[in-house]
């Protein structure tokens, strides 16, 4: 039995061919990898959380909201670029507008539009934009689709059973055989439903592309339902795809690992990536174009929090992760403890812990951490302000090297996995206990890595030179 780390699992889809096997023209391995490898993972390791797909259902209000933003028409005809976003919003603390942080900016410059899929069953305004489609009619469609078929057992649901489970039955048998892992009858029905999700937003899409007809389509996340279509439709209509970064990947982050040879109609032309920090990480089929462009939000937030706000030396900034909380927040409070009285120490949550961190972390009950438990300012103020940075595996600590902080890894989770690149070829410490943390504060021990090296600069140039080549 095998543990399935991604290069595993990788070499078991080489192996068995998964990301060759078609159902009704769909790839319907490829369009639940990340999904199926999360919950082997979750089965071997015992580990909390589902296979990807428990998102809450949506009310009769959410419903109707959609129902009410699917009757307006797509009116954009003809542009340059058409942006498929990811939905999420974040509000700008000055202005009181909700920025999509990756393509608002760049979609100013051109004739184009993006399309906004509900985020958490709705849409964050105002927006500040007025070239922004919610797409919620097909997030309707195919609400409604799954749940009727499921609830009539149609016709079509159930041949498209019979086909999903002849064409990979034999997988996941081998499944447990390679990772000691049953999860068939979990995934079979979940792989039913995402070709109804891709099939209805594939028509869906087809019909915004009759009309808009982009020289290019940037996706936000490539692995999302409406950019998988996209995808899929572009490749049929000569049109060229980029996946526009969302964030930095990490090795084990299934969606960005791929075999080489591994050409899906699936997956865009082009990857956007923001450093070369992220080449030796991320992992793609061989015919896909990497670029390296930067992050234009990143550069423009930095010049503005540390005009704010000055970097005070003896500053330091624990961030929290969702998995290794526990872990991190006990070794803020001991090095408040210890350290308190003559440096600053910052721990910041992750804003799923607000809520719940007084009852599961009551150790931080202490004056001298100071705890920031509300995003009344941004993450980019605290990086500002201070001098190192500690954590696990977050993207954080890239924009946290980005501002100049140095850096300390704490060994706990997946971290050493995760940021193998920091501490082998950078040489950033990762240590496990609050002493060694303390040392290295006090002895300027800290790891520092080049700033300018974790986002490409000029960022908005390179974008729209991009950009501009198929104009």
């Not at 016709?155 to 059973?161: E, F, I, Q």
């Not at 080489?260 to 030796?280: A, F, G, M, R, V």
Request: with cysteine; hydrophobic share 35%.
């Amino acid at each position: 039995m095998k543990e399935p780390t991604i290069q595993n699992f990788l070499s078991f889809e080489q192996e068995h061919k998964c990301n060759q096997i078609t159902v009704e023209g769909m790839h319907v391995w490829t369009l639940y990898r990340y999904e199926i490898h999360n919950a082997i993972k979750k089965q071997y390791y015992g580990t909390k959380g589902g296979s990807g797909n428990g998102e809450a259902p949506f009310t009769k209000k959410e419903l109707l909201t959609m129902a009410l933003n699917a009757l307006k028409p797509f009116t954009y005809k003809n542009v340059d670029v058409l942006f498929v976003g990811n939905g999420r919003r974040t509000k700008n603390i000055d202005t009181g507008i909700y920025e999509d942080i990756y393509c608002d900016e760049v979609a100013k410059q051109y004739n184009s539009v993006i399309l906004e899929h509900p985020e958490n069953h709705g849409h964050m305004q105002p927006n500040g934009m007025d070239n922004v489609y919610f797409t919620d009619r097909v997030a309707f469609k195919t609400n409604l689709a799954v749940k009727l078929s499921k609830k009539f057992n149609t016709k079509t649901r159930r041949r498209r059973t019979a086909q999903v489970t002849e064409a990979l039955s034999p997988i996941f048998e081998a499944i447990k055989i390679e990772f000691g892992t049953d999860v068939a009858a979990a995934m079979i029905p979940e792989v039913v439903d995402r070709m109804y999700y891709i099939d209805i937003t594939k028509k869906f899409c087809g019909k915004i592309l009759d009309k808009a007809k982009p020289k290019l389509i940037i996706e936000i996340c490539y692995y999302a339902m409406e950019s998988y279509a996209m995808s899929m439709l572009a490749h049929e209509r000569n049109i060229p795809v980029a996946e526009y970064s969302h964030g930095f990947a990490f090795p084990t982050h299934t969606p960005m690992q791929y075999n080489p040879k591994d050409h899906l109609n699936e997956l865009p032309d082009y990857e956007l990536i923001y450093s070369k920090t992220q080449l030796p990480i991320v992992h793609l089929p061989d015919n896909i174009k990497m670029l390296t462009v930067g992050f234009p939000f990143f550069e423009k937030q930095r010049d503005h929090y540390k005009s704010l706000y000055p970097r005070q030396e003896k500053t330091i900034c624990f961030i929290s992760t969702l998995n290794e909380g526990e872990e991190i927040s006990k070794v803020a409070a001991k090095v408040a403890e210890q350290i308190g009285d003559e440096y600053r120490v910052i721990y910041k949550l992750h804003p799923f812990e607000f809520a719940s961190y007084k009852e599961k972390y009551p150790w931080t009950n202490t004056d001298k951490l100071e705890v920031i438990a509300n995003n009344g300012e941004h993450i980019f103020r605290y990086l500002a302000e201070s001098a190192i940075v500690v954590s696990a595996r977050t993207a954080s600590v890239w924009e946290g090297i980005g501002f100049g902080c140095d850096t300390i890894l704490l060994n706990f989770g997946d971290t050493a996995v995760n940021m193998e690149y920091f501490i082998k070829e950078k040489h950033v410490p990762l240590v496990d206990t609050a002493e060694q943390v303390i040392e290295l504060i006090r002895s300027g021990g800290a790891g520092h890595v080049d700033p300018d090296g974790m986002f490409e600069p000029d960022a908005m140039r390179n974008i729209t030179s991009f950009i501009n080549q198929f104009l």
